[in-house]
């Protein structure tokens, strides 16, 4: 018996169990999320009011991006504490933070490079969908702990997810100095 006989308090008693809503819904949460960082600047006209104010556009993305964050975290800390499995607490909560951060920084990245908000989305979802169809992706693969793979492949993602989202951030700002 994979849980526990009580159907209203169902929890996981593995760890690729307790993954499987971080790794699973998360990161498909995290896409919507980030994505929705540039969909304000989609209208006309609003770019240039919000490059002409004190505060410039890049730091509102950063801003915007800190704040999903922030709330996916939280959503992710209550899913663990609602686990009860204490033992486990850590490595999912880095395990979860670090899709969050991986998905996000690919969003923002994919955006940047194409200034496309259909390919902020399209790109992080195609990743997805690579990762349930193929799972020899490695580090980068987003499922570790449901395919039972090294908790310690997260510092690989999270480095990755540091540089998408500097070099992400950086082309913004560089356009944003363009114009």
């Known amino acids: 018996m994979r849980y526990h ?18 790794e699973l819904f998360m990161p498909l949460a995290a896409i919507f999320c980030f994505g929705g960082i540039f969909l304000p600047e989609q209208v006309a006209g609003v770019t240039d009011v919000l490059n002409s104010k004190r505060t410039q556009l890049v730091s509102i993305y950063m801003i915007r ?18 686990y009860q499995l204490p033992n486990f607490a850590g490595v999912l909560f880095f395990d ?17 490079a194409s200034r496309s908000l259909a390919a902020a989305y399209l790109i992080p979802t195609v990743y997805f969908a690579l990762c349930i ?9 987003l499922f570790i702990l449901m395919r039972q793979q090294s908790w310690t492949d997260n510092w ?6 540091v540089l998408l989202l500097v070099g992400g951030f950086g082309l913004v700002t560089k356009r944003a100095v363009r114009s």
């Open 5 to 22: 006989a009580d159907p209203i308090h169902m929890h996981p008693t593995t760890i690729t169990q307790a993954a499987l809503p971080g």
């Open 65 to 82: 991006f800190g704040w999903y964050t922030v709330l996916l975290s939280m959503i992710n800390l209550l899913l663990i504490v609602g």
């Open 96 to 112: 979860f933070v670090t899709k969050v951060l991986f998905v996000g920084s690919l969003t923002v990245f994919s955006y940047a």
């Open 133 to 141: 169809g193929y799972p020899h992706l490695g580090p980068l693969n």
């Open 156 to 161: 690989w993602q999270l480095g990755v997810a």
